[in-house]
């Protein structure tokens, strides 16, 4: 009895064993998950800083678009270049730079005495969290056991917005350290200076992660793979991993012309879509202009910031909503409830707005629902999948352009943002992001397969076998 209660645990990865792998798992993602946390420190850190920017340079709306879209500049092209130097370089080396040049852009962007300076270093800043946003999920999914590997890539996502919630308390201090004409002329600098210590602590321990084990079988090093799969599995599962995911890279060799139009071709549609969809249906464009937002229906400075931590704490508690649900409820199921529930939120935003009921908590409390219905689907899941769906070959350069898609989409989103709620005005803005949720209310239900409970290459063949089925 007890032999076969050991075999059981050997095969469902129960019992103490488990216990103790899950431990290193857990702990090596959620230092990989710090990336997490810069790219929603550096994303969100902004919204304090950019009124004050704008006094103190005298920004037209295209330049405050500017300001906060610098950024994702820098985004694009570091998710761009993500893959190929991780394949060729390995996860962790291009991790380590990635936590370089975001220390470079955080302490740069403090230090600008003109408009363009600030530009450069954002720009600089960018690249490191394009790289981020693009190789800490992806590590994450080829180090996690197939039963956990939602809640551990989705720690990424609760670390971006831990860094997110975070940002506002210290954009919120720092703005409240001196008086409005200090606030103008050095608070923002601090705001994006203090950005310089998470990315030391992440470039530190970076350095006692291993390298992904699934990059080391495609280099041909399976050896060295083995211990860290050893680790996270035991002795038994570790070794037919091994034998899987060199399988999978030798069927995908022989079968390379064949995936590039069915498999790969369906998860690269179905990848970059959901990208773009996270992004269009307008989490940034809250995140990024919160304290705007809150502006435009009378709220003052101060009362602005503080509607502000309030989304930050609803981000923050729902994602750790989504770590739960993510491995239970599915990744599809997420995706179209959360949608349903967004595309109803923005309407009643842009209702709102449009009736001028305005002064009362309508926004806030519809603002809040949104960010909620966010923080468990379209935030989490979408980066879930992402590092889940392509093939072990492509991985890093299929993520990467996915990824980069997301970033342009973000880009489009928070540069047109300020111009279209001067122009449009806020009704017709928030409608146009409820239109888009809609869409994707409809996409999640219509396309969206399901990925949980399955290793990633069992994942990658059941894309095949979808699309045979489909010619």
Known sequence: MKAAERKQDAITGSGKEDALNMKFVTLVSMIAAIGGLL?????????????????????SDFAVGWAVSSLIIGCIAGAAVSGVLSDRFGRKKVL?????????GSAGSAIPTTFGGYIIARMIGGVGIGITSTLCPLYNAEIAPAKYRGRLVAFNQMATVTGIFLVYFVNRWIAGAGSEAWQVSTAWRWMFGIGVVPGVVFLLLLFFVPESPRWLIKQGRAAESLPVLLRIHGEELARKEVLEIKASFQEEKETKGQRLSSGLRFALMLGIVLAILQQVTGINAVM????????????GTNSALIQTILVGAINFLFTILALWLIDKAGRKALLIVGSALMAICLFMIGFAFQTGQTSGWMVLIFVLLYVAAFAISLGPVVWVMLSEIFPNRVRGKATAIASMALWIAD?????????????????????????LALFTFFFSWRVVPETKGRTLEEIEASFNARTATTR
């Open 39 to 59: 790219f929603g420190f550096d994303t969100a850190v902004v919204s304090g800083a950019i009124g004050f920017m704008t006094e103190r340079f005298v920004l």
């Open 288 to 299: 990024y202009y919160a304290p705007e937002i809150f502006k435009e229906t009378g709220a």
């Open 411 to 435: 880009y489009v989103v928070s540069q047109s943002f300020p111009p279209l709620l001067g122009t449009a005005g806020p009704a017709i803005t928030f409608w146009i992001f409820a239109a």
């Open 96 to 104: 380590i730079a990635a936590a370089v040049l975001f220390i470079i």
